[in-house]
C-alpha cells in the first residue's frame, strides 16, 4: 500500500471530499436520521481524573480550531494540575469535526488506545498549525499526522489500520452528532459545567467557577 494514499472509501466518504462549513449546527441530524446511525457503544469514552468526582466539566471541542489549541496550552495545563490530577473535576473530552482533518485527527488519536490519547491530543494541539500547514494539500496533512503518530508509537501498519477504517469513521460521526446535539453546542470550545453550557474562557474565569461548584 503507498502509503501516501487515503482511501476514499474511509473518512473522505464519510465527511465528504472538500472541507466543511464552519459551524457545528450545520451537522446536526433529524430525529429520522439518528435511527440510521450507526452503534457507537463500543467506542471509548475520552476521560481523565476520578469517576467519583464532584464537579465534571465536558470540553467540546475540535482539533483543526484554533481557539480550541489556545485552550489547550494556556488553560488544560493548570486545570488538569489544579483539579483533574486532585480528583476534584472529572473532565470528559468530546471530539467536534468540522472539517475531515478534525476527524483525521481524532482517529489518529484514538489509534493507540486511551493509554496513548491524550498525550497525542497534546501534540496536536501543540503542533495544530504545523500539521494543517494551511489546508490545503491533503495528502501532507495525511503524511504530517501519521508522523505525529509514529511518534507516539504507533507503527506504519497501525496508522495505516487506523485511517482506514472506515466503519470507525462512521462511528466517531455518529458519536459527534448526538453528543453535540445534547448540549446544543453551536460553537468550539464549549465547556459544560455539571450540565451548565459556557463558552470558551480564561482560567482565571473558568477556576472561579469550578471553586464556586466545589464550594457548594
Known amino acids: 500500500m503507498n ?3 487515503f482511501m476514499i472509501t474511509t473518512a473522505l466518504a464519510t465527511l ?3 472541507l466543511m462549513p464552519s459551524a457545528v449546527t450545520s451537522f446536526l441530524v433529524t430525529p429520522a436520521q439518528a435511527e440510521d446511525l450507526p452503534d457507537t457503544s463500543g467506542i471509548f469514552d475520552l476521560t481523565l481524573g476520578d469517576k467519583n468526582a464532584p464537579v465534571e466539566l ?3 471541542a475540535s482539533y483543526t480550531c484554533p481557539h480550541c489549541a489556545t485552550f489547550h496550552k ?3 495545563g493548570p486545570l488538569k494540575k489544579d483539579y483533574i490530577d486532585t480528583g476534584k473535576v472529572r473532565f470528559i473530552y468530546r471530539e467536534v469535526y ?3 482533518f478534525g476527524l483525521w485527527a481524532s482517529m489518529v488519536a484514538r489509534c493507540g488506545g486511551e493509554m496513548r490519547y491524550f498525550g497525542v491530543q497534546k501534540m496536536l494541539y501543540d ?3 504545523d500539521w494543517i500547514a ?3 494539500d491533503t495528502m501532507q496533512i495525511v503524511e504530517n499526522l501519521r508522523k505525529i503518530g509514529k511518534r507516539a508509537g504507533l507503527t506504519d501498519e497501525n496508522l495505516d489500520t487506523c485511517l482506514n477504517d472506515g466503519e470507525m469513521a462512521e462511528k466517531l460521526y455518529a458519536k459527534f452528532t448526538a453528543e453535540v446535539a445534547e448540549y446544543d453546542i453551536d460553537a468550539t470550545p464549549t465547556l459544560v459545567i455539571d450540565g451548565e453550557k459556557h463558552s470558551n474562557m480564561s482560567y482565571a474565569d473558568l477556576k ?3 471553586d464556586a461548584k466545589l464550594a457548594e
Request: proline share 0%; glycine share 16%; net charge positive.
Open 3 to 5: 502509503r501516501r494514499t
Open 16 to 18: 465528504g471530499a472538500g
Open 58 to 60: 465536558i470540553e467540546y
Open 74 to 76: 494556556t488553560v488544560f
Open 98 to 100: 468540522f472539517d475531515k
Open 127 to 129: 503542533e495544530q498549525s
Open 134 to 136: 494551511g489546508g490545503r
Open 208 to 210: 472561579k467557577i469550578l
